[in-house]
């Protein structure tokens, strides 16, 4: 988690400052006499003190709520222009189609040639691509995203944190993109 905290009294990131007994996060500011902040944090603690809060978000009725609203509304966003998509891409599979009938025709009038050949064998490729591009859209068209159920995603989500501290190292990336900077503020407990 190095690099996603900011030390609370002066700024400085917050990082792996000890490799003793697993590791210990402090201000390195501190490190170079900048910042007076000497707290030392145990890697794990402060990992699983973190982990817990974003799970404790997550896990939340209302965020969760708000998390299916919008992948809701972004999915409606992306199908916006599906049936515009369907209308022309059926009238282009029409075209191809007529385009193979008016080839047929010529070759059964008896005015057929090598390159009338390939043209046709051409009309029916993009045909079928056409055909196939068409069965996508109209299966996406009737696959629409709907929500499961809430208590099924909440007792998703509560693995959150044992997924999250198996890869500390990647996990930490994915929550610094999520979170931005976490501040952390030193304070001691009690004796």
Known sequence: MSGLMTCAKCGAAIAQVSGKAGGYYGCLGATKNACDNRVLVRRKLAERVILSAVKEKLCSTDHLQYLLQRVEQ??????????????????????????????????????????????????????????????????????????????????????IQQVLERHTERSALLLRKLLGMVTLEPTHGDP
């Open 74 to 159: 972004e999915i409606r966003e992306l199908n916006r222009d599906l049936p515009e998509t369907i209308k022309i891409k059926q009238a282009e599979h029409e075209s191809e189609k007529r385009r193979i009938q008016n080839f047929v025709e010529f070759v059964a009038e008896g005015r057929g040639s090598r390159a009338l050949g390939e043209a046709l064998a051409a009309s029916e490729r993009r045909a079928d691509e056409l055909r196939g591009e068409l069965a996508a859209l109209r299966r996406s068209q009737d696959a629409v995203f709907q929500a499961s159920a809430l208590a099924w995603i909440e007792e998703r989500v509560a693995t």
